[in-house]
């Protein structure tokens, strides 16, 4: 049974750094491209970052490039999110989700990613 579990969230101020671990349980990382979504009180799901398989391509938001990095351990199905320089902005609860897919890329938009982790909260706050 594929399994997504988000962890590392938390409260921060702002300048601060998190780092967001999903542990992927089910699948191969090989085969699979992870996403990281979030979702802000009153607004619409965001797809923040993906990574295909452990150590393909990557992608970001142009709010958060330069500031966050995806990367994934496959001999630990773990798949990070580490956050730097983090803005009020950013508060959202944040979910990984896996898509299985061909290719060495990976997709922002959600529509390719069947499996949803149940989220961890990140606030960002002075």
């Known amino acids: 049974q594929l399994q997504l579990v988000e962890s590392g969230g938390g409260m921060v101020h702002p300048g601060g750094s998190l780092r967001l671990s999903c542990a992927a349980s089910?699948?191969?990382?090989?085969?699979?491209?992870i996403g990281w979504f979030r979702q802000a009180p009153g607004k619409e799901r965001e797809g923040v970052s993906c990574?295909?398989?452990?150590?393909?391509?990557?992608r970001y938001t142009d709010s958060v490039s330069g500031r966050f990095t995806v990367s994934g351990d496959s001999t630990k199905n773990l798949v990070y999110l580490q956050m730097n320089s983090l803005k009020p902005e950013d508060t959202a609860v944040y979910y990984c989700?896996?898509?299985?897919?061909?290719?060495?890329?990976?997709?922002?938009?959600?529509?390719?990613?069947?499996?949803w982790g149940q989220g961890t909260q990140v606030t960002v706050s002075s």
């Open positions: 989700a896996a898509a299985l897919v061909e290719g060495h890329s990976c997709s922002t938009s959600s529509t390719p990613y069947d499996y």
């Open positions: 990574i295909r398989g452990s150590s393909g391509g990557t």
């Open positions: 089910g699948l191969s990382l090989d085969y699979y491209a």
